[in-house]
């Protein structure tokens, strides 16, 4: 994983997915600090949650519904309950992402 994150954050507990991040758990939320390798594909996929992200280095290929956007430096996006979506990394990029439980589930 990036050395890009601070000490404190890379004592968090490591998230036990297909990429790498450290995970601070809050009530009804997760927040990830994540770090992907250039050339890293996380192939098209679903979440029980709504998610929000801010790029912190390089950049993100998020595509949902077919369409591909580019999430630069200090851009946010967001990913809605149960919407299939699939990412690629052209360069090694580092991500905070809060993942949202659905209030009516919880």
Known sequence: M??????????????QGSFGAYVLKANNANVLFSSYDAGDFIAPHSHDTENHGIVLKGALNLTI????????????????????HAASFDFDTDVIEFWFKDEKSV
Request: proline residues 9%; glycine residues 12%; charged residues 25%.
């Open 2 to 15: 990036s050395d890009f994150f601070p000490d404190k954050i890379k004592k968090l507990p490591p998230y």
């Open 65 to 84: 519904k077919g369409n591909t956007q580019k999430i630069g430096v200090g851009q946010w996006y967001h990913i809605g309950v149960n919407v299939e």
